[in-house]
Nanobody, 124 residues
Framework: QVQVVESGGGLVQAGGSLRLSCVAY????????VGWFRQVPGKEREFVAA????????YYAESVKGRFAISRDNAKNTVYLQMNGLKPEDAAVYYC?????????????????WGQGTQVTVSS
């Protein structure tokens, strides 16, 4: 059974930083593209960032470009999302997801394995 687990969320002041981590159990990430998405109540889950299987290609939503960075350490089966310059509008539940492909995607339907999410709260 595959389990994806996010961690690192919390409360931070605007302008601050957080680093989210995503680990897979029961599955190795090293051949999977992995993405981060976020969702606030009443809205659809939206794409944040994604990385190809080898970490060489990354993709970002326009709203986070220049502030967030996705990376991976396949030896640790872990994907990270470094979030800097956080804004109140970045507050959401952040989800990590893996797909059965080496190429990243920006849509939720492309991902097969999802975590339970980690809450990020940004105070103004």
């Amino acid at each position: 059974q595959v389990q994806v687990v996010e961690s690192g969320g919390g409360l931070v002041q605007a302008g601050g930083s957080l680093r989210l981590s995503c680990v897979a159990y029961g599955r190795t990430f090293k051949s999977d593209a992995v993405g981060w998405f976020r969702q606030v109540p009443g809205k659809e889950r939206e794409f944040v960032a994604a990385v190809n299987w080898d970490g060489d290609s990354t993709y970002y939503a326009e709203s986070v470009k220049g502030r967030f960075a996705i990376s991976r350490d396949n030896a640790k089966n872990t994907v990270y999302l470094q979030m800097n310059g956080l804004k109140p509008e970045d507050a959401a539940v952040y989800y990590c997801a893996a797909r059965n492909s080496r190429v990243a995607a920006t849509v939720t339907g492309a991902y097969a394995y999802w975590g339970q999410g980690t809450q990020v709260t940004v105070s103004s």
